[in-house]
């Protein structure tokens, strides 16, 4: 059987990368108050809902929001999530 031809190995020096390094900005755990914040965010849409459920149409400013007591409840709780996204 013949033998097959014997390549040419390329030069002994690594590749060198391109892209110059950058190094990542230390950032530190998030300051206390916002944790305290994000957790009363999402604390007071609960509150706002429940509250709503058991004595909605007995607070005036309440019953003139009608349904729409449902969407501050849940904006509150949707900001405190968001909130989450930048907790370390």
């Not at 005036?60 to 989450?84: C, K």
């Amino acid at each position: 059987m013949p033998k097959s031809k014997v390549r040419k190995k390329d030069s002994p020096t690594p590749v060198t990368d391109r892209r110059t390094p950058v190094k990542a900005k230390a950032v530190g755990p998030s300051h206390p108050i916002y944790v305290a914040v994000m957790l009363g965010m999402m604390i007071i849409g609960l509150l706002w809902l429940v509250i709503n459920y058991i004595a909605g149409e007995k607070i005036s400013f309440m019953a003139d929001l009608g349904g729409w007591n449902f969407a501050v409840g849940f904006a509150f709780m949707i900001v405190g999530l968001l909130m989450t996204m930048r907790w370390r």
